[in-house]
């Protein structure tokens, strides 16, 4: 049986990749969701916390996935409101490739262009340094 020159099996092969991707990050957010980040000794204190008192980017990001679990979007941005700004871009990218791995289209490692790449750490440490200042308490966790 043939749909658009490939057959169905090797269509459904080529979604394997993303869609194991999605079952274990599923599996994360579950396990995050049933799992209370916020009540302390659950999971380990960040690195950069424990030893220097300051905020990562990444701070809060824990509990934001037990609250976007729960459907708590506004508590989700108090904890980490740069992660949950970057969720919808990661559930864009990864439907753009299951759509690509549906299509017979690998996805081109030009797409991932360094300037994109450096904005996306600029932004991050941006968001670090802000959170770690009096006027960007808003921004801590």
């Known amino acids: 049986m043939e749909v658009t020159g490939r057959r169905v099996r090797d269509r459904v092969r080529s979604l394997c990749a993303p869609f194991g991707a999605a079952v274990v990050l599923a599996a994360a957010v579950t396990c995050l969701a049933v799992v209370d980040p916020h009540e302390p000794g659950h999971y380990p204190v ?5 030893l220097t008192g300051l905020y ?9 996935v037990h609250d976007l679990a729960h459907a708590d979007i506004a508590g989700a941005a108090r904890m980490n409101l740069l992660f949950v700004f970057c969720v919808p871009v ?5 439907a753009r490739w299951a ?10 490692p030009d797409s991932a262009r360094p300037a994109y790449l450096w904005g996306l750490l600029a932004v991050a440490a941006v968001f670090g340094v802000v959170r770690n200042t009096p006027f960007g308490q808003f921004l801590a966790p």
């Not at 990562?56 to 934001?64: E, I, K, Q, S, V």
């Not at 990661?90 to 990864?94: C, D, E, G, K």
Request: net charge positive; charged share 15%; proline share 10%.
């Open 99 to 108: 759509l690509r791995s549906w299509q017979g289209r690998p996805m081109r």
């Open 90 to 94: 990661v559930i864009t990218l990864w």
């Open 56 to 64: 990562c980017p990444g701070c809060g990001a824990l509990r934001a």
């Open 46 to 50: 960040c690195p950069l916390y424990y």
